[in-house]
């Protein structure tokens, strides 16, 4: 029983497995049905909102006009890595990653979740970079 707990144990703390950028696409739209475009991510990662603080936010507020370059949370002053695969190839290859940052940025900077076909747009537009 030890044993089989151990192994348990053991297989949370490895590093979940890398996908590739059409399974993420795949997640968003399990039927194919949806066609993610990237002049529509763009115009997604360019829109202006306004935060409930009355701030206006938009996705390059934190994350810069240089994806390949680090950004920086406005509020939290925390570093933010390169969002281009080009400069962090780790970027869009984790899907319990791209969920996480998702559903928090997406409702900082949005004031609501993403939908599937927003998601699936902007990684498009971001992956050109």
Request: hydrophobic content about 30%.
């Amino acid at each position: 029983m030890k044993k089989y707990l151990l192994i348990a144990l053991l297989s949370l703390s490895l590093p979940t497995q890398a996908i590739t950028i059409d399974e993420v696409y795949k997640y968003y739209s399990p039927d194919g049905e949806a066609a993610f475009d990237a002049e529509r991510g763009k115009q997604l990662w360019n829109q202006k909102h306004t935060a409930e603080d009355g701030k206006i936010r938009q996705c390059r507020t934190c994350h810069g006009d240089d994806l390949t370059k680090s950004g920086e949370h406005v509020k939290t002053k925390k570093v933010i890595d390169p969002l281009a695969q080009s400069a962090n190839a780790e970027r869009f290859t984790k899907l319990k990653k791209i969920k996480k940052w998702f559903k928090r940025n997406c409702k900082w900077t949005v004031g609501r979740e993403c939908t599937n076909q927003e998601k699936g747009d902007l990684i498009k537009y971001l992956i050109q970079f």
